[in-house]
């Protein structure tokens, strides 16, 4: 658990440092780019920007989860045996 746990906090730390900087540049780029030439303009909701991070860090946390159930649960021997 611990192993997996440190994985986890690692992946999710660059997963948040990724939707910190990519938040306010999409934002800004959504306002200027794509929503200005429309006549009837619709405002982009701070909860889009939020479910979306969850979103990522969901799947994020599940890749992790996938991959470490998976290394625990090879036999050491095939990995030895190959190398």
């Known amino acids: 658990m611990n192993i997996v746990a440190m994985l986890s906090r690692e992946f999710i730390v660059l997963v948040l ?4 900087v990519a938040s306010p540049v999409s934002w800004w780029f959504m306002q200027t780019w ?3 030439g429309f006549v009837y303009r619709q405002n982009i909701q701070w909860w889009v920007f939020v ?3 969850l979103t990522a860090i969901l799947i994020a946390l599940i890749t992790i989860s996938f991959q470490s159930i998976k ?3 090879s036999n050491p021997v095939n990995s ?3 190398e």
Not at 17 to 20: E, F
């Open 17 to 20: 440092l990724s939707i910190i």
């Open 71 to 73: 290394a625990a649960l």
């Open 51 to 53: 479910c979306a991070g």
């Open 80 to 82: 030895l045996r190959s």
């Open 34 to 36: 794509f929503l200005q």
